[in-house]
C-alpha cells in the first residue's frame, strides 16, 4: 500500500514519525543525495520538512507531494488553483505544452502532480504515433544466404570457412526497432506501473500494444540524453523532453520494469527567476536587451573556470545598464528587507557598471507595495546606486491573469528605464 503525505513549501510534517520509519527517511535522504537533490527536504528521524523545493517524490512505499503556497491566496486557497498555476510555469519556462488541467484529474489523483505529468507524455506521445511511427537507419551485422550491404571479411571468415554459401554482411535496415521507439516503450511500460489514473493506464496500454515489437532496453539518464531527433521525427520532440525528464529523475526496479523511486522536483527560486526572465524576454516593450544569467569574475587574479558571480537578469540599452535579480521569498516592506539582497546586488551594479538595481519578489500582501526607491548609504561624495524593491502578483489564476502579469514587469522595466535616464 502506498502511503501519500502532502505538504506545502517550509512546512514540516513533524508527525511522519508515525507514519514511516527511520528506515524509510533513511532511504529518501539517501535516494536525494543519489540524484543530487539534498536541499529539497530537511529530515530528521522524527521531522520531513519541504524547502523551496516543488514536485513529488516517490520512494519505496510512499509518495510525497510538495506544492507551493505562494501560487494561492486565502481566495484562492484550493489545492487544484495551486496545481494549475505551478504546471502553467512549469509550461511558461521549460516549453512543454502543457494543456489545461481536467478538474477531475485534480480533484480524484492521490497525486495528481506526477499523473499531469504522465498524461501529458502519453497523450503527446500517442497523438504523434497515429500520424507515424518514427523509422531510422540501425546499422545490422549478419550471416545471410544472399550478400547484402558489403561483406565483412573479418566475419566472414570466422563463421563461413567451411559453408560458402553464406555471406557475413553488414548493412543499415530503415526500422521501427530503433533506439528513440525503444525510449519511449521502456518509459510508457515503466509508468504504467506507478499510474493509478485509469485514463493514463488505457493510453499507456495502447502504447505498449503499439510497440509489440520493439526491443526492450533499459535506458539510464546517460543513455537517454544521446537520443536525437531526425527531421523526420520532430513531432516526437515533446514526448522526447519528457521522456528524458523521466529518465533522469528515476531509479528503476529492471526485474519488474517499473519505477521504484522517481523525484520529479524544481526549485521555485528559480522557477520564478525564470518566469520572470521569461515574460521579460517575450514581453518587453522597453527597448531593453535582456540577459539570464550573466556571470563575471568577482576577482580579477581569479582563474577558476566555474566561480563565476551571476546576476539573475541584466538589461541594458545602449550604454545604459539595469540590475534585475528576483527572490522568492517573504517581503512585506522596507522592514523586512534583507542585507545581504542589498549588498548582492550593489556587488552586481559594481561589477556591471550599473548604477540601478531592482529587487523583484513575489507578492504576499494584499494589497501592492508602493515603495519609493532608495538610495545606497554611501559617503556624501561618492553618487549612491539606487536600489528599487517590485513585487509581481502570482496569488490569482495565472493563465487567465497573464496580461495583468506582464502589465506589472513592464512597469518594473519602465520604471527602471526612467531610473537609467535619471
Request: proline content about 3%; hydrophobic content about 40%.
Amino acid at each position: 500500500m502506498v502511503v501519500n503525505i502532502k505538504l506545502s513549501e517550509y512546512t514540516p510534517c513533524r508527525d511522519v514519525g508515525k507514519i514511516l520509519s527511520p528506515e524509510d527517511l533513511g532511504r529518501i535522504e539517501n535516494f536525494l543525495k543519489k540524484n543530487h537533490l539534498q536541499e529539497a527536504f530537511k529530515i530528521t528521524p522524527n521531522s520531513l520538512q519541504a524547502t523551496s523545493w516543488v514536485g513529488v517524490v516517490k520512494c519505496g512505499h510512499f509518495q510525497v507531494q510538495v506544492l507551493p503556497k505562494l501560487l494561492a491566496s486565502s481566495a484562492y486557497d484550493k489545492e487544484a488553483t495551486i496545481l494549475k498555476n505551478l504546471v502553467f510555469m512549469l509550461a511558461y519556462t521549460r516549453n512543454l505544452e502543457i494543456k489545461s488541467l481536467e478538474s477531475s484529474m485534480l480533484s480524484k489523483c492521490e497525486n495528481p502532480f506526477l499523473e499531469i505529468l504522465i498524461r501529458e507524455f502519453a497523450n503527446s506521445l500517442f497523438e504523434s504515433l497515429k500520424k507515424h511511427s518514427p523509422k531510422s537507419y540501425i546499422r545490422q551485422e549478419d550471416n545471410l544466404g544472399f550478400l547484402k550491404g558489403k561483406l565483412k571479411i573479418s566475419g566472414h571468415i570466422r563463421h563461413n570457412l567451411t559453408n560458402q554459401a553464406h555471406f557475413y554482411c553488414e548493412y543499415d535496415e530503415f526500422s521501427e526497432d530503433n533506439v528513440l521507439n525503444q525510449l519511449f516503450y521502456y518509459v510508457a511500460t515503466c509508468l504504467s506501473n506507478i499510474s493509478k489514473d485509469n485514463e493514463n493506464k488505457k493510453i499507456l496500454s495502447l502504447i505498449k500494444n503499439f510497440y509489440s515489437e520493439i526491443s526492450w532496453v533499459p535506458f539510464d539518464k546517460v543513455k537517454a540524453n544521446k537520443v536525437k531527433l531526425y527531421r523526420n521525427q520532430l513531432s516526437f520532440e515533446k514526448p522526447l523532453k519528457l521522456a528524458k525528464m523521466f529518465v533522469e529523475n528515476s531509479s528503476v526496479d529492471l526485474t519488474l520494469n517499473k519505477v521504484k523511486n522517481i523525484a520529479l522536483l524544481w526549485d521555485m527560486n528559480k522557477l520564478f527567476e525564470e518566469f520572470v526572465f521569461e515574460i521579460m524576454r517575450r514581453y518587453n516593450k522597453n527597448g531593453w536587451k535582456v540577459v539570464a544569467q550573466k556571470g563575471k569574475k568577482l576577482l580579477q587574479q581569479d582563474n577558476s573556470k566555474k566561480r563565476n558571480t551571476f546576476v539573475d537578469i541584466f538589461a541594458y540599452k545602449g550604454n545604459k545598464r539595469l540590475i534585475l535579480d528576483t527572490k522568492y521569498k517573504t517581503f512585506e516592506g522596507l522592514d523586512s528587507f534583507s542585507n545581504s539582497d542589498v549588498f548582492q546586488v550593489t556587488t552586481y551594479c559594481l561589477l556591471h557598471e550599473a548604477k540601478k538595481a531592482i529587487l523583484i519578489y513575489p507578492q504576499w500582501t494584499k494589497e501592492k507595495l508602493d515603495i519609493a526607491p532608495c538610495n545606497l548609504n554611501t559617503p556624501g561624495d561618492v553618487k549612491p546606486y539606487e536600489i528599487q524593491f517590485k513585487t509581481v502578483n502570482l496569488m490569482q489564476d495565472i493563465k487567465k491573469n497573464l496580461s495583468s502579469i506582464i502589465a506589472e514587469v513592464n512597469q518594473i522595466l519602465e520604471e527602471g528605464t526612467r531610473q537609467a535616464e535619471a
